[in-house]
Every structure is written in structure tokens, then in C-alpha cells.
């Protein structure tokens, strides 16, 4: 696949705004296409992910993103920081005793089991066990934002279908409730649309949020024991500031696409009907940017990430409490692998030691 990359964040935002150019009907499409044993194999989970939020657009998209607006307003999401501390603390108190044995990998320990929970609870969602989880969210982001070779695909598509059949389920108990998948099914929702809107929702409401906690932990340990260093991220505002910095120069969603919906022009710069466009939302900001930059990190205009808050905030509570816990903290053994996705990125591990 070629794309027209964009980088440049007034030429994003444009073409973020300007919906009626530029749509998200390719936002969801695998990056290579999907082999035949791969496509039977989501065939016979009924798989499927009809347009609804992300790669939807009109007054559906609008009424949609309404409904599942109310599970993520300012209130609701500044209400759930006690709870986002007291899963901090709790897993830092596991941590410590671990670290007394040698280093350990703190997005395993600290970090990526907080998001899914934060999540159910504010949705009323409940969430299948923690680590099927997170198998379940990263083997659907290298089916979709990857490039696994068929073989790998059909390994993918077997998870990825798990994944669904148990979402439909799901779908099927909220009937009557006032979760998340049951007022979009008293809205008039096919079980497929609640599914396909589920699909993403659960990854990105707690795989994209745990992969930018690894990010923030990694940068944050890199600033060493130095004055204003690792220990200063104890202090709220600078963990804020920390996280803001990363969302500017690496988030977790780097990158997302947009197709050209007829001949146009950006700038100067005519693109054809049909173009495939990658639009680079983190890394391109210039020094000097202003201070809101980071929030092109989420997106822009009418699909920008409905849980932009919920996620600066969850990470940025995660550090500080780390930090405060444990304040000697350095990091430990070699430089981690990353997840290199089209879209996606991340340290897969953060290790960290305490010294004695």
C-alpha cells in the first residue's frame, strides 16, 4: 500500500476538518490484505465491522458518538481519579515486594491491567480475564495495523475471532441494561454495529492507554536520577507536563489514515480521488510549538478520541504514583523491544530495578 503521508500538524488538522474531502472509511482497513484461510476463518465467527465511530461519517456517526460521549464527560472522567490511584497503589504494592527479588517489567506490573478496569467501570462493561485481554487487543492490532504473513494470520484471525464471539455475547447479555452495548442496542443498533463499535472501543479504551503508560514509564526512567529527573514525576504537574511531552513526540497512536473521497487540493497540492493518506498525529510538531500540541495526538475535529482525557489522565496518574513509590527506580537490563505498527508503537516491556 502506498500512502501520501502528512506530516505537517495545520495540513492534519485540515485534513481532519475537512470531512467531506477526506473520510475514515480506510481508519479500520487491514493494512495488507487478508489471505483466503484468514478470511474463512472470520467468516465462520460471522466477523464483521460495519461503519459506526471511527470509520463512519454523517448523522448515524454524530447520534453514535453522542451516546457513547455520556459514558466519558469531563465530570465522569474527573470522578474516576481515586479509583485510577487506588489501582496504581495497589499494584505498586505487589511491585515493590517483587523488586526486592530483582528488576521487574513495571507495564507488565504496574501499568496495563489498570485501563481495562478504568473502562469497565465507566461503561459497565464487564471485561473477560486481564490477560486474554491483552492477548485478545494486540494480536487484533497486528491483524488490522500490521503486516503478518498469512501464516501469522490465520494464528491472528483464530484470536481475533475468540474476540468477537465473545463481544457478541456480550452484546447479547446488555439487552435491557444501561451499559454502554445496552444503550446502543435500545438505540436501534444491530448486534454487528454494537460489535464492530466494541471491537475498537475495548482496544483502544485499554491497549493504546497501556501502551502509552510503557511509553511515559520508559521516557520518565531515562530521565535518570539527575535533579528534576525520574523522582520529580511525583509531583502532579510535572507528570502532566512528562505525559503531554510524549503525546507531542511519540504517543502510543501515532499515525491514521484518511481516503481522499474525489480530486482535491491540500495546499497547493492536488490529490486524487482514491488517495490513501497517512497522517502523522505525534513527532512533527516543531520546539517551539505551543503548548496544546500534544492533543493532535487524539485526533481532531469530529473523530477526535472520546477518551482523550480519560487517557492523559490515567497515564499521567500512573507515573506519578510510580514515581512517589518508588522514587529510586533505574532502569534495568537492555533497551526493550518496541511494537512497531502502522499506527501503533510502544516499548513492549519497561524494565526497571530498585537499588539496595
Given amino acids: 500500500m502506498s500512502y501520501l503521508v502528512i506530516g505537517e ?9 475537512r470531512t467531506d474531502d477526506f473520510a475514515p472509511t480506510n481508519a479500520l482497513t487491514s493494512v495488507v490484505p487478508l489471505a483466503p484461510a484468514t478470511l474463512r476463518i472470520l467468516s465462520k465467527a460471522r466477523f464483521a465491522l460495519p461503519p459506526v465511530l471511527a470509520s463512519a461519517t454523517g448523522a448515524q456517526h454524530r447520534a453514535v458518538r453522542t451516546m457513547v460521549g455520556k459514558f466519558f464527560t469531563p465530570a465522569k472522567v474527573a470522578a474516576i481519579e481515586p479509583r485510577v490511584r487506588e489501582l496504581s497503589q495497589q499494584r505498586l504494592a505487589a511491585a515493590k515486594l517483587e523488586l526486592a527479588h530483582g528488576p521487574l517489567d513495571l507495564g507488565d506490573a504496574v501499568g496495563r491491567h489498570i485501563p481495562p478496569l478504568v473502562m469497565a467501570e465507566l461503561t459497565d462493561q464487564p471485561t473477560p480475564d486481564l490477560d486474554l485481554l491483552n492477548r485478545w487487543s494486540r494480536d487484533s492490532l497486528e491483524l488490522f495495523w500490521g503486516w503478518p504473513d498469512p501464516e501469522r494470520q490465520v494464528e491472528l484471525a483464530h484470536s481475533a475471532a475468540e474476540f468477537y464471539v465473545w463481544l457478541r455475547q456480550e452484546v447479547a447479555a446488555a439487552k435491557g441494561t444501561a ?41 520518565g526512567l531515562e530521565l535518570g536520577q539527575v535533579a528534576g529527573g525520574w523522582a520529580s514525576l511525583a509531583d502532579p504537574e510535572a507528570a502532566r507536563a512528562h505525559i503531554k511531552a510524549v503525546l507531542a513526540t511519540e504517543s502510543s497512536v501515532h499515525t491514521w489514515r484518511r481516503a481522499a473521497l474525489h480530486d482535491t487540493e491540500l495546499q497547493g497540492t492536488a490529490i486524487p480521488s482514491g488517495a490513501e493518506i497517512l497522517l502523522e498525529l505525534t513527532g512533527q510538531h516543531p520546539e517551539n510549538a505551543a503548548a496544546s500540541a500534544f492533543s493532535l495526538a487524539f485526533g481532531y475535529g469530529l473523530h477526535r478520541c472520546l477518551g482523550a482525557k480519560l487517557a492523559e489522565l490515567e497515564t499521567a496518574l500512573v507515573v506519578e504514583e510510580t514515581a512517589r513509590a518508588l522514587p529510586g527506580l533505574m532502569p534495568a537490563g537492555d533497551p526493550p523491544q518496541w511494537l512497531r505498527l502502522l499506527s501503533f508503537q510502544a516499548p513492549l516491556t519497561v524494565h526497571a530495578t530498585q537499588p539496595h
Fill in 9 to 17: 500538524p495545520a495540513q492534519v488538522k485540515e485534513v481532519m476538518a
Fill in 179 to 219: 451499559s454502554l452495548f445496552g444503550v446502543l442496542d435500545a438505540a436501534g443498533l444491530t448486534s454487528a454495529q454494537v460489535c464492530s463499535l466494541g471491537y475498537f472501543l475495548v482496544i483502544a479504551g485499554q491497549e493504546t492507554t497501556s501502551l502509552l503508560i510503557n511509553t511515559a514509564l520508559y521516557r
